[in-house]
């Protein structure tokens, strides 16, 4: 008898502001139907065997929730009532134990820590009129993560697939300074649109995030491959067999690819921390780095890209240093890295201008809480002019 088809349902893969397109795109690319873009999160359908297989293979996800239950809220009483209202034994034992994240933005609300305790009432409590028993808090490793997003007077609550963020892939040392995000990184490198094939550089490495993930990215390796658990291993209706099979599927399309990745960071501490990072990684055939200043050190000769993510100024003292800095990373693109389209994002729009350069393309994106542009710059060989009069292909 053929197996029964498992049932679709709708899902939403949470991003950061700038990568809604990037991440529509991997979803298409990996199986996705009935995607829908909105601010910081892309809507789309599949069933079970898709949720793991967005988990393991997203590259610019932060979570994927699967919507339950959407009603209109009038206040916390209603928030409890219609919370109870849900049968939570299909989800979790009595025994269990549970979190709850609230996301709030809504006048009727002002504090999500509040909303989310009183969601956990209407949870254990009607485990404990049912059972006799309740399910206990764990906000480290619950066995199920309950999502409340709370927009204007609409609550929708989601059960979160896949526990902790997944920027946090597993390959990175923990005592490490804090990089840019994986996810921030990854989607850096899939909107400079490289090939997998020609030089790539980060110049200004610091921990290795953007190498590491350009270097997966060509390499075909999941982002989910370091990655030692995800919330739906622990769901009632986890299925062990169908997992394995998505991640045996997942890694079969990795491949050996030639290609070398460089990095360069003046920090001698800062450059072993990041060849650190490489090792642990699994990537030392890879990516090489080098302990140099950016303006001192000899690119490899173009077509390539380069993406770097320099300091933004918070840490320097007087204006004109920043402002410098930029002047002398344009004058070394000019110098240095012909053939190359540079990238960089930075949220000092002012020290940007410095750069000396007109930029082909800005994007907007967030490293964190800070509002960035990702700026495409070409340096052309020659004169642009004669550039854009080569033929297509031509050399």
């Known amino acids: 008898m053929p197996k029964e088809r498992m049932p679709d349902f709708r899902m939403v893969a949470k ?66 009532q219609e919370i109870r209202k849900i049968d939570w034994a299909d989800y979790l034992d009595a025994d269990g134990t549970l979190a709850i994240d609230t996301v709030l933005s809504s006048d009727l609300f002002t504090h999500s820590h509040f909303l989310s305790q009183k969601a956990k009432d209407a949870v254990v409590d009607q485990f404990r009129d049912a059972f006799g028993r309740r399910p206990s808090v764990d906000l480290d490793r619950p066995d199920l993560r309950i999502n409340l997003h709370i927009h204007h007077d609409t609550c929708t609550v989601s059960l979160d697939s896949s526990g902790e963020s997944l920027h946090k892939r597993g390959y990175r040392d923990k005592t490490n300074l804090a990089p840019i995000n994986e996810v921030l990184a990854a989607g850096l490198v899939l909107l400079s649109g490289w090939d997998k094939r020609s030089a790539f550089i980060d110049p200004m490495c610091g921990s290795g995030t953007i190498l590491i993930e350009a270097a997966l990215i060509a390499s075909g390796v999941p982002p989910g491959y370091y990655r030692e658990e995800y919330a739906f291993q622990r769901w009632k209706d986890f299925d062990q067999d169908l997992w394995n099979k998505i991640y045996e599927v997942g890694m079969k399309r990795v491949n050996e690819n030639p290609v070398k990745l460089t990095g360069v960071e003046i920090s001698r501490n800062v450059a072993r ?77 002012e020290a940007l201008k410095n750069v000396g350069l007109r930029p082909s393309r800005k994007i907007q994106v967030f490293n964190g809480p800070l509002e960035c542009r990702f700026m495409r710059f070409d340096m052309y060989e020659g004169s642009k002019k004669a550039s854009k009069m080569k033929p297509e292909g031509g050399e």
């Open 15 to 80: 991003t950061v502001t700038g990568l809604e397109d990037v991440l529509s795109d991997e979803l298409l690319k990996l199986g996705a139907r009935d995607i829908e873009k909105h601010n910081r999160a892309v809507s789309f359908t599949g069933d079970q065997g898709f949720m793991y297989k967005a988990n393991m293979n997203l590259r610019t996800a932060l979570r994927i929730l699967k919507p339950i239950r959407t009603f209109t809220v009038r206040n916390e009483e209603h928030l409890y």
């Open 273 to 349: 921390k990041a060849k650190e990072n490489i090792r642990l990684a699994k990537l030392e055939d890879m990516i090489e780095v080098h302990n140099s200043a950016f303006q001192d050190f000899e690119a490899p000769p173009g077509p390539g890209v380069l993406i770097m993510n320099p300091p933004y100024g918070e840490r320097m003292h007087q204006e004109e240093d920043i402002n410098g800095f930029y002047r002398s990373i344009g004058d070394t693109f000019k110098q240095k890295y012909k053939g190359y389209t540079g990238w960089i994002i930075s949220s000092n729009m």
